[in-house]
């Protein structure tokens, strides 16, 4: 006579363990080094990009507004503004807009107001 294998009990519910799940991984990625802002001692001093700091020729309508000396564009965009602020120029309700005088109107092209980002596209058209 054979003899049957006999099944292992089967546990009860309670006894039932879930196996060990693997670790999960952390949600927020681990720090980033900090970011390198001490400057080397020995580092030269970093020099400005030659092509802003070249001095560019007004035309005479914005030399009505900035002066009539050759200055960088960088310095352009400063002076152009100091007037609007001088002068109160920005619109109140969005800051972003410029309400021209009638310097400023020359200079835009007849404009009576523009945005802040249109304004240096219209100015760079009266330097050279």
């Known amino acids: 006579m054979a003899t049957a294998a006999k099944?292992?009990?089967a546990?009860?519910?309670?006894?039932?363990?879930?196996?060990?799940?693997?670790?999960?991984?952390?949600?927020k990625?681990?720090?980033?080094?900090a970011?390198?802002?001490?400057?080397?001692?020995?580092?030269?001093?970093?020099?400005?990009?030659?092509?802003?700091?070249?001095?560019?020729?007004?035309?005479p309508t914005l030399?009505?507004?900035?002066?009539?000396e050759s200055i960088p564009?960088?310095?352009?965009?400063?002076k152009v503004w100091e007037y609007i602020k001088k002068h109160d120029l920005q619109d109140a309700a969005n800051r972003r807009n410029i309400n021209a005088d009638d310097k400023l109107k020359a200079v835009f092209g007849g404009k009576a107001q523009v945005s802040?980002?249109?304004?240096?596209?219209?100015?760079?058209g009266h330097l050279s």
């Open 7 to 9: 099944k292992p009990a």
């Open 11 to 27: 546990k009860p519910a309670a006894e039932v363990t879930k196996p060990a799940a693997a670790p999960k991984a952390a949600a």
């Open 116 to 124: 802040m980002f249109e304004m240096t596209k219209l100015i760079s």
């Open 35 to 59: 970011a390198k802002t001490a400057v080397k001692a020995d580092a030269p001093a970093r020099k400005p990009n030659a092509a802003f700091m070249k001095p560019m020729t007004i035309s």
């Open 73 to 78: 564009r960088t310095e352009v965009t400063k």
């Open 29 to 33: 990625p681990a720090a980033k080094p």
């Open 63 to 68: 030399a009505a507004v900035i002066g009539t």
